[in-house]
């Protein structure tokens, strides 16, 4: 009678390693896609940005209608690219802004192995950081991040010395965010992959899991910051949210939009959005 239980329990035990594998590819896995040949209705300039391990970041430079109003990196969510910050270039370079949109590694046409949460998509950050600065040297200089592009800014590894700095549906701890995604798959019993999923990502980004979560590093974020979510997010929760704002320094803004889940929030909030980003980045970037 036990043979059998435990052969039943052994070949459970052995599918689940499997599945939680599975799982860890799709997760980390690269997520390159060709955009260097879409065409948009935006004057960009294709760009490609060495970077310290002798590869290139690839991206597009939107010259803004005037100089002296700032240059603004924007930076793309997890399994995206350059094109979902597309509709923020329009709305930003017509109000004179200089936008430098990027792939992260393993995103788009920038190359890399694995998705990494942010342990090598930081490094994309400051380096696109410096060359817009190099470009633009009498510029202040902003930053917008979504989901793992807002990640990638807050765990910069030196101060990145920005004027401002916008987050958009950015966790805490990685731990929640994987955790609150398995549950959204594959409801309660998601959590069973959480321990085995968090190991995999430990060993292919080379960092303790707990150097992932933002809320560690946020406070080092040294620029004016207004965070934006949702109040119908469910892969970062509002009192997520507001943990991660509680921890930053001043000063900083709260933007829960009403109705708003895990999705692009320009798209969502459209006008309103732009009203709400605009006014900030004003503030900081020309403070006349």
Do not use: C
Not at 35 to 61: A, M, N, Q, R
Not at 129 to 152: C, H, M, Q, W, Y
Not at 217 to 246: Q, V, Y
């Amino acid at each position: 009678m036990l043979k059998p239980i435990f052969t039943y329990f052994s070949g459970f035990v052995a599918l689940s390693i499997i599945i939680g594998f599975l799982i860890g590819e799709i997760v980390t896995g690269s997520a390159a896609t060709a955009t260097e040949s879409l065409l948009t209705d935006l004057p960009v300039h294709s760009v490609k940005i060495p970077s310290s391990d002798g590869t290139y970041i690839y991206g597009w430079l939107v010259h803004g209608e005037q100089d002296g109003n700032g240059a603004v990196l924007l930076v793309h969510s997890i399994r995206s690219n350059r094109v979902e910050m597309l509709s923020r270039a329009r709305f930003l370079t017509a109000q004179g802004y200089h936008v430098l949109l990027i792939d992260l590694q393993a995103h788009g046409e920038t190359p890399g192995d694995r998705i990494t949460f942010g342990a090598r998509e930081s490094e994309n950050v400051e380096t696109s950081i410096d060359f817009l600065r190099k470009t633009f040297p009498n510029e202040r200089i902003a930053a917008i991040g979504v989901s793992l592009g807002a990640a990638a800014i807050v765990l910069a590894k030196h101060d990145l010395k920005l004027s401002a700095v916008v987050l958009e549906s950015l966790h805490p701890t990685i731990e929640e965010a994987v955790e609150n995604r398995l549950k959204l798959f594959l409801g309660e019993p998601g959590k069973f992959f959480l321990p085995l999923l968090l190991a995999q990502i430990s060993f292919f980004t080379d960092t303790p899991i707990e150097e992932l979560s933002p809320i560690k590093h946020i406070n080092n974020l040294n620029s004016p910051l207004l965070i934006i979510s949702g109040t119908n997010d469910k892969h970062t929760t509002p009192p997520e949210t507001e943990r991660l704002f509680d921890a930053a320094r001043e000063p900083k803004e709260l933007w829960i939009v009403p109705g708003a889940g895990h999705f692009n929030m320009h798209d969502y909030a459209g006008r309103t959005y732009e009203q709400e980003v605009l006014d900030f980045l004003s503030h900081y970037l020309n403070p006349r």
